[in-house]
């Protein structure tokens, strides 16, 4: 929580404008929404369970609350509870996916069934085109993860981001339970590496039977021994085998091929989308 | 192929406008293909394997010719084979599905591929905005198939047009090869019917092990009798058990709603696009 409290105070520094944390429930976050709301951060995003218990108080805390969802359902239940902005995650987003829809047809169903409460798309969006088709289909906005790992700013390990800026979009996979040591139970999607291969051609083997359970592969300053079947994102102050760790990606790292500024990457993707949809019909 | 060259013939009556016939490359075609080009059909389209050794016999017979991929690298290869318009298919597709990416991703990485060639967007769109949004990824158009299930048109059993029309987004199931007798190992998707929920408590058995095998479950007048996890669409001759066959529909049949005449449903998705469109951004 103060390394939260830090990064929070210099985000103030940074920028005026909005901005956002993200708070997954499937962990305690009692007291990192406090101090969020204590450092007074704009926007609070719940991801993964139902967040009906904590959005009054990020509310009563002056945040605007987001929820992320798979399905038309599960947004009916976060507007109900008090939700002001639902982010309807597709199937093909990278790292931890809530549901089993696709972005294209989940958007319009989502925005169906909670119509005028505003709609973020999520998943397989990386450039102006998917911006543009989002709005399309409803949506008040994108939300953008893959390409921003290939940012300068993005604190991952070059390995990591070399394996974004090389993937095509048939190179990820989505994955029950297999980087699941430190969050269980939670579908992901990732880049195909030699961890997955392996596991694939040992016939698929259950948590706990898989070759090389509880090997250390690596290392890192912040979080200590990384093991295999870790869910850990590769940061740029980790070492060791890179390529067998978790390599969280969405099917747009097709998409995505340079490393730029992520204040160079909005621009392009709002450009355009402008422009094409200008162009459009 | 008298069948067929009856329907084509058919089909010249009523319109003067292009249309297609589809051949599945998982079984002989070659005397269907010679019936539809005898027969002046405009559209080949191929789908599933590499149609390279009938692409340019369709061309020399005057056809345009479509085929469906699943990536860009297949995307690439079709048109290298000659293919002249590229059909994009997303997993959230319904019926048997060629690739595992979603067609947010996909269709502009395909357009990436094979561009100036035109991409039509398939899986997961069933209104104006999903044709809009396609159009916004850089297709030429749209392939829509689970819409049209629900029109007045098509040859299917009342019992699974109601069960498209009752069907949300959610409701359906990506299957390797669950309803594979007469079509093996080719995946697809339908809606969860009592056959998928059967095979899943029962752990999900290997195809010829699975509870029911070989069971007669109805009879089709065109067909005869239809078995238990046969790939069959479920028809207007059929009789049994519908609920128990293959109810195939992609992941945009929770925007589908209501029975229409095909006409109408072109008209209104065209429209909604259009309107969209324009007043955007």
């Known amino acids: 929580a103060d390394t939260m409290r830090r990064q929070i105070r210099e985000m103030h520094t ?23 709301l204590e450092e007074r951060v704009p926007i609070i995003s719940f991801f993964w369970r139902d967040p009906s218990h904590l959005v009054s108080r990020a509310k009563e805390g002056g945040a605007i609350v987001m929820h992320t969802v798979g399905s038309a359902a599960d947004a009916r239940r976060a507007v109900d509870a008090g939700v002001d902005v639902i982010v309807a995650q597709g199937w093909e987003a990278g790292g931890h996916v809530r549901g089993s829809v696709a972005t294209m047809p989940l958007v319009p169903a989502v925005v169906d069934a909670v119509s005028p409460v505003p709609v973020v798309a999520a998943g397989g969006i990386a450039d102006g085109r998917g911006l543009a088709a989002a709005l399309a289909l409803g949506a008040a906005g ?14 991952i390990h070059p390995r990591y981001r070399e394996r974004i800026l090389q993937a095509n979009e048939a190179d990820t996979i989505y994955l029950d339970n297999l980087f699941d040591i430190r969050w269980p139970n939670a579908p992901h999607r990732t880049l195909r590496n030699q961890t997955v291969q392996t596991w694939e051609t040992t016939g698929r083997p259950a948590s706990g039977k898989r070759p090389g359970e509880g090997e250390v592969i690596g290392t890192s ?16 102050d980790s070492e060791g085998d890179i390529d067998a760790m978790s ?25 355009q989308a402008d422009s094409i949809l200008r162009q459009l019909p």
Chains 1, 2 share one sequence.
């Open 14 to 36: 940074l920028t005026s404008r909005p901005f956002g944390v993200n708070l997954v429930l499937d962990f305690p976050q009692e007291e990192r929404l406090a101090v969020c």
């Open 247 to 271: 390599l969280w990606a969405g099917q747009s790292v097709g998409l995505v091929s340079k490393t730029q500024f992520a204040a160079e990457i909005v621009r392009e993707i709002a450009e």
């Open 142 to 155: 994108a939300w953008i993860g893959t390409r921003f790992l290939a940012s300068n700013e993005a604190a």
């Open 221 to 236: 300053k912040s979080v200590g021994p990384i093991v295999r079947y870790q869910s850990y994102t590769p940061g740029a």
